[in-house]
C-alpha cells in the first residue's frame, strides 16, 4: 500500500509540473492542481494510512498506539475542498481572460496590457523593460 501511494503522489508531482511547464493556460491551471493533489497525498502519507485501528486514546495512556492520526485526515479534506473551489475559480478567469484576449498561449498574454499612453496605468520605464531596478 505504501508503494502505492508513493507512484501516485510521484507521477501526479511530475505530470503536475510538467503542465506548469507548458505555454496553454488551461495547462497551467490544471498542472497548478496537480501540484495540489500531490501535497495532499503527501501530507495524508504522513498519517499513518494503514491502520485500520479507530483514532481513539486508551484511558490513561498519552498518545495513539497504532492508530492512524486524524490531523493529517482533516487537513487533506479541507485542502480539497479549498483546492477545488480555487480550481473552479481560477478555470473561470482562464475562459474569461481567453475570451477578451483571444490568446490562450502564456508568451502572448503580456500584449494584454494596456497600451503605454494608457491615463489609467501609467507606462513602464526604460529600466523596468530591461529588466532593471525600477
Known sequence: MTWVVVAAFWVTLVAGVYLVTSRDVLRLVVGLGLL???VNLALLASGRFASLRPALVAAGAQALDDAANPVPQALVLT???IGFALLCFSLVLVLAL???TGAD???RLPFAEPAPTDPI???FSDD???GGAP
Open 98 to 100: 481567453v475570451r477578451r
Open 105 to 107: 498561449d502564456v508568451r
Open 36 to 38: 495540489g493533489s500531490a
Open 121 to 123: 496605468k501609467p507606462p
Open 128 to 130: 523596468e523593460r530591461a
Open 79 to 81: 485542502a480539497i475542498v
